[in-house]
């Protein structure tokens, strides 16, 4: 009877899933679901491994992932993805909300110090490390843009930052703001295409010393600068505002105050770009996420961040959706750690171990496999905004400019 009931379970999941797949338990007893060769296997080694599935759905069945008390042969891809299409990952939503509500009352980035200790735990890994697996030099850590017949990373990336320099109608001698400039790629990128001068303004530490020391080898510093500083310490204002990938660090209760440092870095008249990650509707941010990668992250609506948008004095210009470009980003970023695991691990063997591999890779692919769904809430939105309502000379009055030739 317990045989039957295991196999029906399995099964039950494999239709949902959509996808051949086996389960082999601690003593050897397997159970296989759908047609012809299982595209991957769970293999689970320890009995406290099945219980802390049966008690915390798959965020215990990650845990004993990376505690290495389960293995995955196969396609970890198609496993995370039968995952999502089955509903596994949301079936202990009333369980891990408490652990996820914790977690914020616990290290929320409402205070600065707190936002600094939790960005360093991420991007403070240094410069040696996301150099092997990031694109090459520009190291951008954000979605790129993908155009049709794109070959590289490394173009796609540049097209990604010349795509936003378009939409800001950034010009020569303009002074704007990197917000979380991480390495500097946009500000490299912006002067030498543009001749806009730029200021980073980040809170980790480590990054914040690696990029003025670049900005000074190249003898760049009357043209570029980095400050360390929380993004909501707003000291001047710029004709451009540029924030990629930071509002999905605001945290949960802090995004009214941050996309309002976002306005008030911005002179009046002045353009912005908030190219961040966004649910479609109210939804708590995946605690494996919060718990295991960006810890004090925590991603908002698209609805919400209008709103607070209008509510900063800020016009709305143009949204659009690059969902399907940060899948194919991630799928990059996967292979390249992947390959290069070997000199990853021979950086620090110590702090990138095996549980951290299987955790960034459960993290690159999982999202990958996320942002390619097709009923997935979770996208990725290029929202550009200006400081009081632009007129019909001082922004173009269609998107024909943006799709102009692609610059070397």
Same mark, same amino acid.
């Given at each position: 009877?317990?045989?039957?009931?295991?196999?029906?379970?399995?099964?039950?999941?494999?239709?949902?899933?959509?996808?051949?797949?086996?389960?082999?338990?601690?003593?050897?007893?397997?159970?296989?679901?759908?047609?012809?060769?299982?595209?991957?296997?769970?293999?689970?080694?320890? +009995?406290?491994?099945?219980?802390?599935?049966? #008690? &915390?759905? $798959?965020? /215990? !069945?990650? %845990?004993?992932?990376?505690?290495?008390?389960?293995?995955?042969?196969?396609?970890?891809?198609?496993?995370?993805?039968?995952?999502?299409?089955?509903?596994?990952?949301?079936?202990?939503?009333?369980?891990?909300?408490?652990?996820?509500?914790?977690?914020?009352?616990?290290?929320?980035?409402? +205070?600065?110090?707190?936002?600094?200790?939790? #960005? &360093?735990? $991420?991007? /403070? !890994?240094? %410069?040696?490390?996301?150099?092997?697996?990031?694109?090459?030099?520009?190291?951008?850590?954000?979605?790129?843009?993908?155009?049709?017949?794109?070959?590289?990373?490394?173009?796609?990336?540049?097209?990604?930052?010349?795509?936003?320099?378009?939409?800001?109608?950034?010009?020569?001698?303009?002074?704007?703001?990197?917000?979380?400039?991480?390495?500097?790629?946009?500000?490299?990128?912006?002067?030498?295409?543009?001749?806009?001068?730029?200021?980073?303004?980040?809170?980790?530490?480590?990054?914040?010393?690696?990029?003025?020391?670049?900005?000074?080898?190249?003898?760049?510093?009357?043209?570029?600068?980095?400050?360390?500083?929380?993004?909501?310490?707003?000291?001047?204002?710029?004709?451009?505002?540029?924030?990629?990938?930071?509002?999905?660090?605001?945290?949960?209760?802090?995004?009214?105050?941050?996309?309002?440092?976002?306005?008030?870095?911005?002179?009046?008249?002045?353009?912005?770009?908030?190219?961040?990650?966004?649910?479609?509707?109210?939804?708590?941010?995946?605690?494996?996420?919060?718990?295991?990668?960006?810890?004090?992250?925590?991603?908002?609506?698209?609805?919400?961040?209008?709103?607070?948008?209008?509510?900063?004095?800020?016009?709305?210009?143009?949204?659009?959706?690059?969902?399907?470009?940060?899948?194919?980003?991630?799928?990059?970023?996967?292979?390249?750690?992947?390959?290069?695991?070997?000199?990853?691990?021979?950086?620090?063997?110590?702090?990138?171990?095996?549980?951290?591999?299987?955790?960034?890779?459960?993290?690159?692919?999982?999202?990958?496999?996320?942002?390619?769904?097709?009923?997935?809430?979770?996208?990725?939105?290029?929202?550009?905004?200006?400081?009081?309502?632009?007129?019909?000379?001082?922004?173009?009055?269609?998107?024909?400019?943006?799709?102009?030739?692609?610059?070397?």
């Amino acid at each position: 009877m317990v045989n039957l009931s295991l196999q029906a379970a399995v099964d039950s999941l494999g239709e949902r899933a959509g996808v051949a797949f086996a389960v082999v338990l601690p003593r050897g007893a397997a159970y296989q679901t759908g047609v012809g060769e299982p595209v991957f296997t769970v293999v689970f080694r320890t +009995d406290g491994a099945l219980v802390s599935m049966l #008690a &915390r759905g $798959h965020l /215990g !069945l990650l %845990e004993a992932y990376f505690d290495q008390e389960v293995d995955l042969q196969g396609d970890l891809g198609a496993a995370m993805a039968a995952g999502m299409r089955s509903g596994f990952d949301v079936r202990f939503d009333a369980v891990n909300s408490v652990e996820n509500n914790l977690l914020e009352w616990r290290g929320a980035n409402r +205070d600065a110090q707190q936002a600094k200790t939790n #960005a &360093r735990a $991420h991007y /403070g !890994l240094g %410069e040696s490390f996301y150099r092997l697996w990031l694109d090459d030099p520009l190291k951008m850590y954000t979605c790129a843009y993908w155009r049709e017949g794109t070959q590289s990373l490394e173009q796609a990336q540049r097209d990604k930052i010349d795509h936003v320099c378009r939409k800001i109608d950034l010009r020569r001698g303009e002074r704007f703001v990197d917000i979380g400039c991480g390495f500097g790629g946009f500000m490299f990128r912006a002067l030498e295409t543009t001749g806009a001068l730029g200021t980073g303004v980040n809170t980790t530490t480590e990054q914040v010393q690696w990029l003025d020391a670049e900005i000074r080898r190249r003898g760049l510093q009357e043209q570029l600068q980095v400050r360390e500083a929380d993004f909501r310490d707003v000291n001047a204002q710029f004709d451009k505002v540029v924030s990629i990938g930071v509002l999905e660090h605001a945290g949960r209760d802090q995004l009214a105050e941050v996309v309002k440092a976002h306005a008030d870095f911005l002179k009046p008249g002045g353009l912005g770009m908030l190219h961040f990650i966004g649910h479609v509707g109210r939804r708590d941010t995946e605690l494996f996420i919060r718990k295991h990668v960006f810890p004090g992250g925590w991603i908002p609506s698209l609805a919400d961040t209008l709103v607070e948008m209008e509510n900063a004095g800020l016009e709305v210009i143009d949204v659009e959706n690059l969902r399907r470009h940060y899948a194919l980003t991630l799928d990059e970023w996967a292979r390249r750690f992947g390959a290069n695991w070997p000199a990853i691990q021979a950086l620090d063997p110590e702090r990138f171990n095996e549980r951290f591999r299987r955790i960034w890779m459960c993290y690159l692919v999982g999202c990958a496999e996320m942002f390619r769904s097709e009923v997935g809430q979770t996208h990725l939105f290029q929202v550009l905004f200006s400081k009081g309502n632009i007129s019909r000379t001082s922004y173009p009055m269609t998107r024909e400019h943006l799709y102009g030739h692609r610059a070397p």
